[in-house]
């Protein structure tokens, strides 16, 4: 097993570098200037992405200028107080942003922002933790990830994470929220299709705490929503036109090579082109467009979680040929301008 591979106990599809290199095309648009929102690091058993393999990736020809780590449980504390050590992740990241920012390994500006995580169910104890992830990210700290994916169905989650159902509306995690806003951070949220009204919520309640939904808001279709996506989409696109008429929500075009999404990209002989891609995603990257507009769309890789499905080049190449008739200014939003902004990156 390669150190770069997802372990057959993962909920992740392994990657198969020798298979990703089947298919291989021109980069399009290679002087495009991109920033990716949402990556992550991690040294797992049997899979390792750090730097280095991170590095092999945004090499691979576009224009990466800046990327954005988003939390993962990586490299938590394994002592001391329970509820700070999410803060050894914001350590680990902005060691590795330090190692970028030395200009010994490119110019692109590797976790130039740094999204971490904790319990806002903590309360007010979440402002302790909060302050230190600030301290912890050499000024580079932007804001919480709290993951609140959750399906009746047990099978559809991800495996030793299991929050509760309806937490976001949760009094607890509101207050733990609330401190979001005044100390200028950001959330990241990670949830399921027939969650996104729990979020609509979230961000009518706090209207100026900046958010941003992951993954376009994850439509299912494995476990019960299995052969569902017919019935799925116009669920799924409902929720995201109300969430869009928040002025403070925001949504992340991208991660849709994970398991729950249903594709099958990973079973074929070779790996998906970029225009396999972008006409099996077109529907839901059209959809967000429209309702939030580019100003508030933002391309990101989800990587290494999504390599199991397609190349790093082939997803950016995707992206191009989605955004091709688009204008030069929403292209520049939707690649990089609507990214810096939302997490106040100095590119």
Same mark, same amino acid.
Request: proline share 7%.
């Given at each position: ?102 200009? %010994? ?7 130039? #922002?740094?999204? /971490?995580?904790? !319990? @806002? +169910?903590? &309360? ?32 559809? %989650? ?7 159902? #309806?937490?976001? /509306?949760?009094? !607890? @995690? +509101?207050? &733990? ?171």
């Amino acid at each position: 097993m390669s150190a770069t591979t997802a372990p057959a106990s993962s909920p992740y599809f392994a990657v198969r570098q020798e298979w990703l290199d089947r298919v291989k095309e021109p980069i399009i648009e290679p002087d495009l200037p991109i920033v990716d929102p949402h990556h992550h690091l991690w040294d797992r058993p049997g899979w390792r992405y750090l730097l280095d393999e991170l590095l092999a990736d945004t090499n691979a020809g576009h224009n990466i200028v800046g990327t954005v780590f988003v939390q993962c449980r990586a490299m938590h504390r394994a002592d001391g107080p329970e509820a700070l050590r999410p803060v050894g992740e914001t350590e680990f990241v902005n060691g590795v942003a330090a190692m970028a920012a030395s200009g %010994g390994y490119g110019k692109s500006k590797i976790c130039a #922002g740094i999204v /971490g995580t904790t !319990d @806002f +169910r903590l &309360g007010a104890g979440v402002q302790e933790v909060l302050e230190a992830h600030i301290r912890a990210g050499g000024g580079r700290f932007r804001g919480i990830r709290h993951i609140s994916a959750w399906d009746a169905d047990p099978t559809v %989650g991800t495996p030793g994470y299991a929050p509760p159902p #309806g937490m976001l /509306g949760h009094a !607890d @995690f +509101r207050d &733990g929220f609330s401190r979001l806003a005044p100390m200028g951070l950001t959330f990241d949220a990670w949830l399921y299709h027939t969650q996104i009204d729990d979020l609509t919520s979230l961000a009518r309640a706090f209207p100026d705490t900046q958010i941003v939904l992951d993954h376009v808001g994850g439509p299912l279709a494995i476990g019960p929503y299995a052969g569902q996506r017919d019935a799925v989409f116009p669920v799924w696109a409902k929720a995201i036109r109300e969430l869009a008429t928040c002025p403070n929500a925001h949504v992340k075009l991208g991660g849709l090579g994970m398991r729950i999404n249903g594709y099958d990209f990973h079973l074929k002989t070779d790996p998906p082109t970029a225009q396999t891609l972008a006409d099996a995603w077109r529907p839901y990257i059209e959809t967000c467009i429209e309702a939030f507009g580019t100003s508030r769309c933002m391309f990101e890789s989800n990587f290494p979680v999504d390599k199991g499905s397609y190349s790093y080049a082939a997803y950016w190449n995707a992206c191009k040929i989605l955004a091709k008739n688009a204008s030069a200014d929403d292209k520049a939003n939707l690649f990089s301008r609507t990214a810096a902004r939302f997490y106040r990156l100095d590119l």
